[in-house]
């Protein structure tokens, strides 16, 4: 493998209205609704049933018509224009949601959602945005970046209390933020590096 120190285009696709990088891969949405992923594949992020890594775009099986991904550190979540959220790939924290560990080779539907406007993907947490602006979060939560007031990994979407009139969510290594209609930004979760922009250390989980 080559680094590049300067700005290279990818080649392969075109359109592209959505896009993420996650740890070791990168994923696009395309202007047809189509998913496009390349790079690490270990943990299958891809979805394409393999562990192979690839070195150029190759369109992920998956759901007719896909407006927003996003790529979280061993997986992927993808949201449909019918507001369904779709993930694959590690599942070690339960950060696919479907209420196991198990790594996913393709992706499956998130249960127990409501209709969804928004999602990031951290490092092994998800945020959703419903469309009734409330922040649904699940997966790892070693530093409260699920903003449930605990430290405990969840692998079931629930809803964040105290959250409403969110427009837009972004899931970090272990801190996540939030933003209101009307400007505001919320922060919780890990506070190591005074990512909560609190003008503290301390970590917060809600």
């Keep these: 493998s080559i680094s590049r120190l300067s700005p290279v285009p990818v080649t392969g696709i075109a359109n592209v209205v959505s896009f993420s990088s996650g740890d070791c891969e990168s994923v696009a949405c395309l202007l047809d609704g189509t998913v496009w992923p390349w790079g690490d594949n270990d943990s299958c992020q891809r979805g394409d049933g393999t562990r192979t890594r690839r070195g150029h775009p ?39 949601g479907d209420g196991t560990n198990e790594t996913r080779y393709s992706l499956a539907q998130v249960p127990g959602l409501p209709s969804i406007t928004d999602v990031s993907a951290g490092f092994g947490h998800c945020l959703a945005v419903t469309e009734e602006g409330k922040v649904w979060s699940w997966g790892s939560n070693n530093n409260g970046q699920l903003g449930d007031g605990t430290t405990t990994d969840r692998g079931v979407p629930a809803e964040i209390a105290g959250l409403s009139n969110i427009k837009a969510v972004s899931a970090g290594l272990y801190h996540s933020l939030a933003l209101t209609n009307s400007g505001d930004l919320y922060a919780w979760g890990d506070n190591a590096y005074y990512q909560l922009g609190d003008e503290t250390q301390n970590d917060s989980p809600t």
Excluded: I, K, Y
């Excluded at 007719?64 to 449909?80: C, M, N, Q």
């Design 58 to 96: 190759v369109r992920m099986p998956g759901p007719a018509e896909v407006s927003r991904v996003s790529a979280g550190d061993d997986f992927s979540v993808v949201l449909d224009t019918e507001g369904r959220l779709w993930a694959c790939g590690g599942n070690g924290s339960g950060q696919l």
